[in-house]
C-alpha cells in the first residue's frame, strides 16, 4: 500500500498481517502476496526469481540455554543477514520460527550461477557467530535455493524448501541448489 511521507516521498507500507513483528521482516503472508503482487511487472521485466530458504540449526538450544530475550536478538540479528540477499527489487521474510526465505529477481541466463553465489552467501552468513552485549552466540544452519520465472513462484518456493530439506540431511553449513527451472 503506498503513502506518503512528511517530505512528499512515496513509501510502500506492509499490511500487518503480512509482517513479522519481531523481525522487521515480511511472513508467509507477506512473501506469498509479493509474489502475486509483484511477479507480472517482474515478468514484465524479463526477470525471474531466485529463492533461498534458510533454517537455523539447534535454534531451540539457544533459547534454553540464553532464554527468550537473546533468542530473539539473535532471530533479529539473522533476519538482517538474510535481507542483505534480497538485492533491490526482492523481499526477505521469516516463514517460520527459525525459518528464513528471500527472493532476489534476476535475468534468466544467470539462474543457476547466482543461485548458488546467493546461497553460498547466506550459508556462509548464518554461520558466523552473533555478538550480543551479553556475550557471542554461535549458530549456524543449512540453506536451499531455486530459481525459474516467477510465474512459477510457488513451484520455486517448494523446490528451494526441498532444497533446504537436502541440505539439512547434509549438515550444518551445507547448502543445495534445485535444479534450475528453464525460462
Known amino acids: 500500500l503506498p503513502v506518503s511521507t512528511d517530505k512528499g516521498e ?25 509474489l502475486s503482487e509483484k511477479g507480472a511487472r517482474i515478468a514484465a521485466d524479463g526477470k ?3 529463492i533461498v530458504t534458510a533454517d537455523l ?29 534480497t538485492g533491490s527489487e526482492g523481499i526477505a521474510a521469516r516463514t517460520n520460527g527459525d525459518e528464513f526465505a528471500a527472493i ?7 539462474y543457476t ?24 552466540i554461535w549458530i549456524g544452519g543449512s540453506v536451499g535455493a531455486a530459481a525459474g520465472p516467477v510465474s512459477e513462484g510457488d513451484n520455486i518456493l517448494a523446490n528451494a524448501r526441498e532444497a533446504l530439506k537436502k541440505a539439512k540431511r547434509l549438515g550444518r553449513g551445507h547448502y543445495v541448489v534445485h535444479k534450475i527451472m528453464s525460462a
Open 113 to 136: 550461477e547466482y543461485a548458488a553465489e546467493q546461497a553460498g552467501k547466506l550459508a556462509e552468513l548464518i554461520q558466523r557467530p552473533v555478538e550480543l552485549p551479553s556475550g557471542v
Open 10 to 34: 512515496r513509501k510502500e507500507v506492509i499490511p500487518p498481517d503480512r509482517l513479522d513483528p519481531l523481525t522487521g521482516l515480511a511472513n508467509e503472508n507477506g512473501l506469498m502476496a509479493w
Open 48 to 50: 525471474g526469481i531466485i
Open 57 to 85: 540449526e539447534d535454534f531451540d538450544k539457544i533459547e534454553s540455554a540464553h532464554g527468550k530475550e537473546v533468542s530473539e536478538e539473535v532471530l533479529i540479528e539473522v533476519a538482517r543477514r538474510v535481507a542483505t540477499c
Open 104 to 110: 532476489a529477481t534476476v535475468v534468466p541466463g544467470n
